[in-house]
């Protein structure tokens, strides 16, 4: 097995939940040694939903494999100062507290800075650093709220927080990808340096789209908007099954798909015969073509739409993805887990398998570390 493009760089995370786990998730992937530290009572996604084989959640094992686990009471002198013998060896250090409270237990910036000037310190919180809302607790379906991103999805006047764990992932992909970019600074400088990530700033950015258009037109978006303007469509097949066309900019896209439907009457349509119109009469269209495609089963027209060159997929439960043909061509399930999505030519580093490499038990590693 080849290293990652990371190997050799020693990352430190102090972190529980998602955010900060799977920051350091994504540097092992990519081959860095991952230390995490944990409480005595050890990361609470450990006692997440049951279910699983392992002693821990499959929700803990998905964002802590790879890594090694050592359990240290920060608030212990002598355990203090075992943090801080691992941070002046590290070249990365992550956590996910709330403002201020690294710093009063001891391992803040000002303090590893001194003892490690190389060090990037990467701090992920939910609200930012600073102002009315930074000393707020902060999960995924509040900032998932705050940030705009549910009302992209579901009616304001029923809410219900749903998922995936947006806030939570996007920023820890940010921070991944801020503490790639503060090594690249060092490479030059010499100096490490904080970077600061807010999972509300996180989600913001992902919104940039939305907000850009707001800022612009003063139009709002609301949950379907976007699809409408991709010109993407539900489709159910005569089967039952659920599947998905996209059409966006490009004219011939329209047309195939009338081809493919024996319906080019639409094309004439006064509701659908400019893009702009078929935006304006979005529900109507929609309406038409999950009649039309009733007619046959999915695959039918998933062969008639590959002929075509009309942009399309099923609709996929989780279920259905893991034995997706074109995700078993890519290897992209192993072992009871998924593989990055992302491949280096010289550094073609299959995960080591969760038999070997699991999640770490709490605590396996204190002797080997400490």
């Not at 992937?29 to 609470?44: C, I, L, Q, R």
């Not at 304001?156 to 090594?183: C, K, Y």
Request: with cysteine; glycine share 10%; net charge negative.
């Amino acid at each position: 097995m080849t290293q990652g493009p990371l190997s050799g760089l020693s990352v430190i995370e102090i972190g529980q939940y998602i955010s900060g786990p799977y920051a350091a998730k994504l540097l092992a992937d990519m081959g860095a040694d991952v230390v995490k530290v944990e409480s005595p009572e050890g990361d609470p996604m450990r006692r997440w939903q049951g279910g699983g084989a392992r002693p821990y959640s499959p929700q803990f094992g998905a964002y802590n494999r790879g890594k090694r686990s050592v359990v240290l009471n920060l608030k212990q002198p002598d355990d203090l100062g075992s943090l801080l013998g691992l941070a002046e060896r590290a070249d990365v250090l992550i956590e996910n507290f709330r403002p201020g409270v690294a710093d009063r237990l001891g391992f803040g910036w000002p303090v590893l800075k001194e003892r490690n000037p190389r060090l990037v310190y990467c701090s992920i919180t939910g609200f930012g650093p600073s102002g009315p809302y930074a000393k707020r607790p902060a999960y995924d379906t509040v900032i998932s709220a705050v940030g705009g991103m549910y009302s992209h999805l579901v009616p304001l006047e029923s809410p219900r927080p749903i998922g995936p764990a947006f806030s939570d992932l996007l920023s820890g992909m940010s921070a991944a990808q801020g503490v790639l970019a503060a090594l690249h600074a060092r490479s030059a400088s010499g100096e490490g340096q904080r970077v600061e990530v807010s999972m509300l700033g996180s989600v913001a950015d992902f919104l940039t789209e939305a907000i850009s258009t707001y800022l612009e037109t003063g139009s709002t978006a609301q949950p379907g908007g976007r699809a409408a303007r991709a010109q993407a469509y539900g489709c159910v097949g005569s089967d039952g099954l659920p599947f998905v066309v996209h059409m966006s900019v490009p004219e011939k896209f329209w047309l195939g798909l009338l081809d493919v439907l024996d319906r080019r009457d639409l094309a004439s349509d006064p509701r659908f015969a400019t893009r702009d119109l078929r935006y304006r009469n979005y529900d109507a269209l929609d309406e038409v073509l999950k009649a039309e495609t009733r007619k046959r089963p999915r695959d039918e027209w998933f062969e008639l739409l590959t002929a075509a060159d009309i942009p399309h997929g099923p609709l996929n439960t989780v279920a259905d993805l893991v034995q997706d043909a074109q995700v078993l061509h890519m290897g992209l399930i192993e072992d009871d887990t998924t593989r990055p999505g992302t491949r280096f030519s010289t550094h073609e580093r299959r995960l080591p398998r969760l038999r070997t490499a699991p999640a770490p038990a709490l605590g396996a590693h204190n002797e080997e570390l400490l």
